[in-house]
């Protein structure tokens, strides 16, 4: 069974930053690209972030590009993204999401969800 | 850049009725790459339908949809209680592309 599970969000003040992680298992973990997609509190789903399996290739939206940063360790079947100089609007549910086995960016698993809160 | 804009924003349906929702692109984007999901309160997104048509596994034959080029659909043919939701369209097929809709709340009338 897939199981996807996110850890690290919490309360952080404006310019600070916060590391997320996501813990995967159930499948091989190096042969999918991963994503990160946010939904700020009774908003929509935003694209955050993707890497892919071997994590040579990585994507940002626009509105975090230069401040976050993905990464991933196959050894340790853990994909991450580093948030640096957080901004109010940042304030979200961050989902760790795997594509299905065919299609790049199409959303089969999804993790929980960690809760980042942007505030002083 | 491509938008995807979703109407209504709430639709008000009774369990039983027919619900149809629609995704708007703000161009054409064929009908390989688009995707539907589903959104209940505290939960993740589940993946509904891809390929503009074809439904992800488990999901019920109730729920269908349609559409390419600018305009697609999902219907729900007739509403459980457990289909009151909020649902999403997405494109998807590369990183640049990948774009969500604002949403449709489904609420009970």
């Known amino acids: 069974e897939v199981q996807l599970v996110e850890s690290g969000g919490g309360l952080v003040q404006p310019g600070g930053s916060l590391s997320l992680s996501c813990a995967a298992s159930?499948?091989?973990?190096?042969?999918?690209?991963m994503h990160w997609v946010r939904q700020a509190p009774g908003k929509g789903l935003e694209y955050v972030s993707a890497i892919s399996g071997d994590g040579g290739a990585t994507f940002y939206a626009n509105s975090v590009q230069g401040r976050f940063t993905i990464s991933r360790d196959n050894s340790k079947n853990t994909l991450y993204l580093r948030m640096g100089s957080l901004r109010p609007e940042d304030t979200a549910i961050y989902y760790c999401?795997?594509?299905?086995?065919?299609?790049?960016?199409?959303?089969?698993?999804w993790g929980q969800g960690a809760l980042v809160t942007v505030s002083s | 850049e491509i938008v995807l804009t979703q109407s209504p924003g709430t639709l008000s349906l009774s369990p039983g009725e027919r619900a149809t929702l629609s995704c708007r692109a703000s161009?054409?984007?064929?009908?390989?790459?688009l995707a539907w999901y589903q959104q209940k309160p505290g939960q993740a997104p589940r993946l509904l339908i891809y390929g503009a048509s074809s439904r992800a596994t488990g999901i019920p034959d109730r729920f269908s949809g349609s559409g390419s080029g600018t305009d697609f659909t999902l219907t729900i043919s007739r509403l459980e209680p457990e289909d009151f939701a909020v649902y999403f369209c997405q494109l998807y097929g590369s990183s640049p592309r990948v774009t969500f809709g604002g949403g449709t709340k489904v609420e009970i009338k």
């Open positions: 159930g499948f091989t973990f190096s042969y999918y690209p």
């Open positions: 161009q054409n984007v064929g009908s390989s790459y």
């Open positions: 999401a795997r594509d299905d086995d065919a299609n790049y960016g199409l959303f089969e698993y």
